[in-house]
């Protein structure tokens, strides 16, 4: 237990009395080799408490413990060292193979976007130069149209100036021979025939003046072009854009209700959607069911069969919202936009386009493409539910005081979905998305 220089080493390589010496690399911390207890070189390991020790100890304060020699106990753990390192090098073979994907990902996704752009660039300019070049063809059909209305009514009023002048001219040979005071005279020159005398309506009441609806038509054609476009945009773009590319992995569902309100999302109904049996209130956020049904106007997108209705918002990625039931029950649904607007197939849960959880009050169930599943649970007013699009996670709970799990749902979404319910019970039945705080 010393260190030597080179020069006083040599006598270990040469004297037989120290060629059984077992030579190691120099340490600084000899002392810890030795026991202070018994002075003696630890070359035990008590495996009890985890600890070296030497020969006496383990006669005495160790006496009946779990020991082995040191360089037992070191084989022991550089196996479980060399074990721990494979699977570190494992992990940081999968990681390394992970981020390969991962950026071969980012170049797929820079590689598709800059093809859409270019792509939808080429469709605007081809969109934009469709409406200029329809745009030219409706002025110059409308400086055509314009031209020959004008034609007919200068025809038209060229043939009156001659009328008039010529009428004028013989009102001045009247007026003459109504002056002649000779009445044999005037006789002689009396014409042997006098214009025929005007009955009520003047004599332009015979031109044809015809309102110019012409152009009027034209206007109204263009702005229902114009409002029909605009729907295009607004309403079905979500169908026209690209859904949301998401790289990295899915968090973890929230554990607590404050974790959920982290990804809360405002929800609001869509009148468009509405069937006429529903009315909505505060802010387009709250459904009641009535008696009789509402004026409303006629929409494609409007429910006919089953008295539901649809949010505006179409959600995607994470998202968490509550609904506040009172009354004999609801439904409280996610549907594709393009989900059945009549019959019944339209009903929530009754296609493979939406997914229902209907509340009663006195039991829960979970319907989906038309098979119904009993959910145990306890039974509450307040429903949360959350929405992981990418993970294809769809999450039902109860909520009162705490949150219960009801049902869980793992599938793929292929289009983003939009929040729903349906009351079906008795008018008065109430349905309210709430404002998370």
Known sequence: MASYCDQHLQPHYESPVFRKH????PSKKLQENICSRHDEVKKLFCRTDQQSICSLCSVDEHKGHDTVSAAAERTERQRELEGSRLNIQQRIQDGEKEVKLLQQEVEAVNGSADKAVEDSEKTFTELIRLVEKRSSDVKQQLRSQQEREVSGVRE???????EISELKRRDAELELLSHTEDHNQFLLSYPSSLPAPLSGATHSSSTNIRPLSYFEDVTAALSAVRDKLQ??????WTNVSPT?????????????RAGFFTCSQEITLDPNTAHTLLVLSEGSRKATLMR????????????????QVLSRESLTGRCYWEVEWRGGGVCVAVAYKNISRAGLES???NNDKSW???????????????ISTPVSGP????VGVYLDHRAGVLSFYSVSETMTLLHRVQTTFTQPLHAGVSLYYTSGDTAEFCKLK
């Open 22 to 25: 077992k030579l190691v690399e």
């Open 156 to 162: 038209l009023q060229e043939k009156l100036e001659q």
């Open 231 to 236: 729907d295009v945009l607004r309403e079905e």
């Open 244 to 256: 949301e590319v998401e790289v990295l992995p899915s968090a973890a569902e929230p554990a607590s």
């Open 292 to 307: 009789q049904g509402q004026p409303y106007s006629r929409h494609p997108d409007r429910s006919t069969c089953y008295s």
């Open 347 to 349: 009903v929530f849960g």
């Open 356 to 370: 229902s959880l209907v509340c009663g009050q006195n039991s829960y169930s979970f319907l989906y493409n038309s």
């Open 379 to 382: 039974l509450s007013s307040r």
